[in-house]
């Protein structure tokens, strides 16, 4: 083979799988300083799909990633350099001190609280990638820092319903 004929030859690499968003894709291949290989696993992020430990351990000191197994998604900058901002925050969720000044104000504004309302309440601003059990315990945890560590809230029972109030000595 001649050295043109060599120059002239591609390799072309076909990855099956439904594609989720064609621009996300062209957006991380246009990344020069992302390796094929990189690219590829924060395709399976995006996808929602497994990756192995090591796999996600290399995306994570890398700053390519976030969240816990198995909830991964994609960093801020890899969120920037996609277009992806609105599904990042969506995955991120809202800091805890953001979540527990709604707790408060929620109380200031309607009284003593049973805990369902304050899923309702905080559902849609927690992490999109945590299923409604992991969100139901992020509340009750967020309650129950509130009430044992800030001592902003407490908990009493009337008539055999739980409610949670602002705790007279706290905020």
Known sequence: MTEKELRDQKVVLEIFGRVIDENYTRLLLERQDLPLSKIILLDRIQKR????????????????IE??????????????ATNTKPFYTRNRGIDKSRLKEFV??????????????????????????????????????????????DKSIRCRTSSGTSLWELETNGV
Do not use: C, W, Y
Request: hydrophobic letters at 45%; glycine letters at 6%.
């Open 49 to 64: 799909q497994t990756i192995t430990d090591e796999a996600a351990n290399m995306l994570r000191k890398a700053g390519l």
């Open 104 to 149: 408060l104000q929620h109380i200031r504004e309607f009284g003593p609280t049973p805990r369902a309302q304050f899923e309702e309440l905080l559902f849609s601003m927690l992490p999109a990638v945590l299923s409604n059990e992991k969100k139901r315990n992020k509340v009750i945890n967020l309650l129950t820092e509130m009430r044992m560590k």
């Open 67 to 80: 969240g816990r197994k198995p909830g991964f998604f994609v960093s801020a900058k890899i969120a920037a």
